[in-house]
Every structure is written in structure tokens, then in C-alpha cells.
């Protein structure tokens, strides 16, 4: 919210310079409707939520959505319930990344996180710094995997193979 704040104070400054604000959340709940997650991602475009797969507070307040997808556009009434802002990122336990998920794949985690006995304890912060960590192997071992396979890092003054498709790192798709 302070993010939207601020942005909304520069915005109203009409200064020629705008500041690029970026924001991580770690285990955030929602915090506005569908209009404010729209304002503020208009005004904040940099955000990221990362949600411990298993952590409850991301999915509450619980929003509607299977509900709201059905209604006709031109309905007020669609823009009732919380809506996340910015882009979601589910971190696994295994350290995989799921970058801007599908409305099915949110729709699958928060079902299954609001049955789970564990989804409270989930939104610890050393359950999160145990998930950071694991992707942060998995960086390490697909870099290893890498200098193995073509002779040098996918970074640095190694341009001819930076942009090979088949290579995707963590800071590649943050930049996405």
C-alpha cells in the first residue's frame, strides 16, 4: 500500500521524471478489489507476490472468482471481492518457480491451501527463506549445468550464448 501511495504522489506531481518503483511482497493477503488491483498496477507496473506455495494468508481474503467469471462484463458487480495486485510468483518447496500462474492454477493452490493443517505454520518466514534457498540451488545447478554443456557462464562478457532459449534464469524472468 505504501508503494501505491507513493506512486500515486509522484503521479500527481506530473513531474517529468517518474520513479521506477519496484515492489516484493513475500506472503501477502489480498488488499483491494479488482479496481484497485487494476490502479495500482497501472501505477505500480514492477510488482512482485511471492507466495509460499502452502501459506495460507496469500489466498485470503478468499475471492470469488469462480463466481465472478461468470457474470456478464457490463456487470458492476464484477468488480466486488479482492483481486491480488502486481504478478504472483508460487515458490515450491522444491525451489521451482511458478511465474504469473493460470486463473486454474491459483484456483488449485488456494483449494488445496485451505484444507492443508499445515498452511498457517506455511507463512513462516523460514519457510520462505527454505524455498528461496532451494531455487537458489536450482539456479546454481542449471548454471553449472550450463558452463558443463557450453564452456562458460550464460553471463558476463558470454554474449554469444546468452539468449539461447533453452536457457531461463531467475533474474530472466523477473525481467519479464
Not at 10 to 33: D, E
Not at 107 to 125: C, F, G
Not at 147 to 174: C, R
Amino acid at each position: 500500500l505504501a508503494a501505491y501511495d507513493l506512486a500515486k504522489s509522484i503521479y500527481s506531481m506530473k513531474s517529468s521524471k517518474q520513479a521506477h518503483i519496484r515492489v516484493y511482497t513475500m506472503g501477502c493477503p489480498r488488499v483491494g478489489n479488482v479496481r484497485f488491483a487494476k490502479l495500482f498496477n497501472k501505477l505500480v507496473p514492477d510488482c512482485w507476490n511471492v507466495i509460499n506455495d502452502n501459506d495460507i494468508v496469500p489466498a485470503i481474503p478468499h475471492s470469488p472468482t469462480a463466481i465472478r467469471s461468470r457474470l456478464p462484463f457490463f456487470c458492476p458487480c464484477r468488480d466486488t471481492g479482492y483481486k491480488r495486485h502486481g504478478r504472483a510468483v508460487i515458490l515450491k518447496e522444491n525451489g521451482e518457480l511458478i511465474i504469473n500462474p493460470s486463473k486454474g492454477a491459483k484456483y488449485r493452490r488456494e483449494a488445496k491451501v485451505l484444507r492443508l493443517k499445515s498452511a498457517i505454520d506455511s507463512h513462516m518466514t523460514k519457510y520462505y527463506r527454505n524455498h528461496i534457498r532451494a531455487a537458489i540451488r536450482n539456479e546454481i545447478k542449471l548454471e553449472e549445468t550450463r558452463i558443463k554443456k557450453y564452456g562458460g557462464p550464460a553471463t558476463g562478457g558470454d554474449q554469444k550464448h546468452k539468449h539461447n532459449s533453452d536457457w531461463v534464469t531467475l533474474d530472466d524472468l523477473l525481467e519479464r
